[in-house]
């Protein structure tokens, strides 16, 4: 089932009785296709419900490791399985993915499992890092989440992905301060192989659960990823021409390619029209009379800003618009803002924003008229 925001429910709602009305369709067949759509809820009850469920889970596991020595050992175990399997056994008598509240029991029955693996492995002296740990942590999430088709798991695991990334060294945080020169050989660039093979598996896992949100993620970890590793592997200026030359091919694309192409030309050629990420001997000559960084870091610019009119001519209005601005107010508040008054800077950045508002407006409703 198709979620979508209220008004366009009784968009369809009404098309479907003038086609029933012009008998194109038949009423039971309007019925079917209204059958498919449901409305979009509102995320508090959701996030409320989560972190309901997160904060007992971790109380409880805060009571029960306060008193976990008192405890002997076989009814510790006994006590987390019974917890997890009461959580699951909650989750099916509630109706599954039907209820918010059983979605959240499983969630709650999640976080225990992985407090148990730590719990259970150190109970028994057994030595489990910080990334085997969660690496066993994920297996059995993802287990959980083949089997529920739940979202919610969906989402925990491709967070536990990101620990377990960071974890392992797929992605390191402070890989951009190696600019110009490469840490690690290419060799070891798909180093650990493990990383490379979660992203595979979350790929499959979010086909199989059918989410958007949840792909979307996967995409961004796996810039992340690979980001990391060309920085550490390739140096950090050299790895973000590359990535952006990537990403604008990509967006160029149909599908989820063209999403993801647009978010890595977008974010990474932000950062490229910074002069302190053009580094290296090459780019400090001077070029037609600029400095190097100067010239390099106004060519993305401009290269980017065509982008992205590109992308909005194409229908991308909304990724490419706010990339645009972006890009925009990047120069704006670092170039002109800081040299007149700030009553004129505040006046003429709330003009550029509605001139943009009102631009965005009238594109809207060209495209309405036009479907």
């Not at 009850?45 to 805060?62: E, F, N, P, Y």
């Not at 693996?117 to 969660?134: D, E, H, Q, V």
């Not at 989402?155 to 060294?169: N, T």
């Not at 690690?184 to 199989?208: D, G, K, M, V």
Request: glycine residues 8%; positive net charge; hydrophobic residues 55%.
């Amino acid at each position: 089932m198709n979620s979508v925001k209220k008004r366009e429910l009784d968009l369809l709602t009404n098309e479907v009785q003038v086609w029933q009305d012009l008998e194109i369709i038949s009423p039971e067949q309007g019925e079917k296709i209204l059958a498919l759509y449901d409305v979009k809820k509102r995320p508090l009850k959701m996030i409320l419900l989560i972190a309901g469920c997160v904060l007992i889970g971790l109380g409880i596991i805060s009571f029960i490791g306060a008193h976990w020595f008192e405890i002997p050992k076989l009814l510790r175990v006994s006590v987390i399985c019974a917890t997890y399997a009461a959580s699951v056994c909650a989750y099916c008598v509630l109706g599954m993915k039907n209820s918010k509240m059983a979605r959240s029991l499983l969630i709650f029955g999640s976080f225990v499992l992985g407090a148990g693996i730590f719990l259970i492995t150190r109970m028994y002296n057994y030595k489990l890092t910080a990334t085997s740990g969660t690496g066993w942590w994920i297996i059995a999430v993802l287990l959980v989440t083949l089997l529920s088709r739940d979202e919610w798991q969906l989402y925990l695991l491709e967070i536990l992905s990101f620990v377990y990334c960071v974890f392992s060294g797929a992605i390191d945080i402070f890989a951009l301060q190696f600019m110009t020169t490469a840490r690690e050989s290419i060799t070891e660039f798909f180093s650990p192989i493990q990383a490379f093979a979660l992203i595979i598996a979350l790929y499959f896992t979010c086909r199989y659960v059918h989410d958007r949100i949840a792909n979307s993620l996967a995409m961004l970890l796996t810039l992340g990823i690979f980001a990391s590793r060309m920085t550490l592997c390739f140096g950090g200026t050299a790895c973000l021409i590359i990535l952006v030359i990537l990403g604008i091919a990509l967006s160029f694309m149909n599908g989820d390619a063209a999403n993801l192409g647009l978010l890595m030309s977008g974010l990474l050629g932000l950062l490229l029209t910074l002069p302190e990420f053009w580094r290296g001997e090459f780019f400090r000559q001077e070029i037609f009379g600029f400095a190097g960084v100067s010239f390099f870091s106004v060519l993305t610019a401009v290269i980017l800003a065509t982008i992205m009119l590109l992308q909005i001519y194409r229908g991308k209005v909304l990724a490419g618009g706010v990339f645009f601005a972006l890009l925009a107010a990047r120069y704006f508040f670092d170039r002109i803002f800081d040299y007149m008054p700030k009553a004129w800077g505040f006046t003429i950045t709330g003009i550029i924003f509605l001139l943009g508002g009102l631009f965005f407006e009238r594109i809207n409703q060209r495209r309405k008229i036009q479907d």
